[in-house]
């Protein structure tokens, strides 16, 4: 950080990096290493499989986090593709902001 302060990283998943693996520091307790099966989703390519959102499994990083979606501020975001959100511990990734709703397109029809 620009303060001179050692950044501190919790609660990441340091799956497959090829590049560096820890290098300098040492893996917290909050850390996991695991394959976060994420998928395509409407927004991006960063969304975790989720069995209740339609998938065959769900990823390791759904609840991962030690504190509550609300307590994190993530309860409002998703990381499912059916745009449902964050609940009960947080989930470990990228959340995305939730669909405002269906888009209804109606044909405007003029009389005479």
């Not at 919790?10 to 695991?34: E, K, P």
């Not at 960063?46 to 991962?64: E, K, R």
């Not at 499912?80 to 939730?98: E, I, S, V, W």
Request: net charge neutral; charged share 15%; with cysteine.
């Amino acid at each position: 950080s620009g303060s001179g302060q050692p950044a501190e990283m919790m609660r990441n998943n340091v799956w497959g990096n090829r590049v560096a693996n820890y290098t300098g520091v040492q893996r917290g307790s909050t850390d996991i290493n695991v394959d976060p099966r994420w998928i395509n989703g409407p927004q991006g390519k960063y969304y975790l499989s989720h069995s209740a959102a339609g998938q065959q499994t769900t990823s390791p990083l759904v609840d991962a986090c030690f504190d509550s979606s609300a307590t994190m501020g993530v309860d409002h975001l998703t990381t499912r593709t059916d745009g449902q959100p964050d609940r009960n511990n947080a989930d470990m990734g990228y959340h995305y902001p939730r669909p405002l709703g269906r888009t209804v397109f109606m044909p405007a029809i003029r009389a005479g």
